[in-house]
């Protein structure tokens, strides 16, 4: 009865298409645990983490992404950033961006993820979907080769932008406060080592920080209920050209 409840409450607030996109994105996402034995389906509320940054009243509940609009979403952005592209993943959780985004021939993945509990899940199931696929993450697989996946178990408002990352993904991870923080710190890494960049954001809450250091908006999604948003900066024109 509480389901049924839910999926009509769902079809009252998202109407009837995006209902069945979210009850397809689900099962897609079970089968995708079931397929290469990870755990990236079940929540995980932020008190019952050991986390022991002062940053943890700031974070957000982890909930993981959904297959299906991932792939969607790296198949839009991919094209815009270069052949060695790296993604890093904000509040990783248990890696499930990563994993997905490792079909996609970045040259590197990496999460940031205070918890080092999610921290652990997250190397766990690098190794069983890449197990599942009978490849490794040293090896070479049907799609080509495997980047490299790197989780680092660190607060994300204290992370250091490498000047080799250009792709940025969030979930709603942590607040405002925080998420200004983070952005400030990409905003001196592209000004320290100009490159286009862009920034993945799904269930974007905070848009306008993105845009106040210099990302514009490119697009809006919303992928069987699933809402994002997609930001793109620009490597200034002078110095592409040497001017």
């Known amino acids: 009865m509480k389901l049924a409840a ?3 409450r769902t079809i009252r607030t998202q109407g009837l298409f995006n209902t069945l996109g979210i009850i397809m994105s689900q099962l897609m ?12 389906v079940m929540w995980k509320e932020l008190k019952d983490l050991d986390i022991e940054s002062p940053n943890k009243l700031h974070g957000n509940l982890y909930q993981g992404s959904k297959t299906g609009p991932l ?8 094209p815009m950033l270069g052949e060695d592209a790296v993604c890093l993943d904000y509040g990783s959780g248990k890696g499930k961006v990563l994993l997905i985004g490792s079909e996609f021939d970045f040259k590197a993945l990496r999460g940031v993820e205070f918890s080092g509990e999610l921290c652990d899940i997250a190397r766990q199931n690098i190794k069983k979907y890449f197990n599942g696929q009978a490849r490794n993450v040293e090896g070479e697989g049907k799609s080509g080769k495997i980047p490299a996946i790197e989780i680092y178990h660190e ?16 979930f709603n991870p942590f607040s405002a406060e ?13 000004k320290q080592h100009p490159r286009t960049a862009c920034v993945i954001y799904e269930n974007p809450e905070h848009g ?12 809006e999604h919303k992928v069987w209920g699933n809402p994002y948003a997609i930001f793109r900066f620009n490597k200034p024109q002078d110095t592409e050209t040497g001017a």
């Open 29 to 40: 996402d079970y089968v995708f645990d079931l397929r290469y034995g990870t755990d990236t």
């Open 155 to 170: 607060d994300a408002a204290e992370y250091e932008v490498q000047p080799e990352e250009n792709l940025f993904f969030f």
């Open 178 to 190: 925080i998420f200004q923080q983070v952005m400030a710190n990409v905003e001196k890494s592209l």
């Open 6 to 8: 839910k999926i009509s």
């Open 208 to 219: 306008e920080t993105i845009k106040a250091v210099g990302f514009e908006l490119h697009s």
């Open 71 to 78: 792939r969607k979403m790296f198949r839009l952005v991919r």
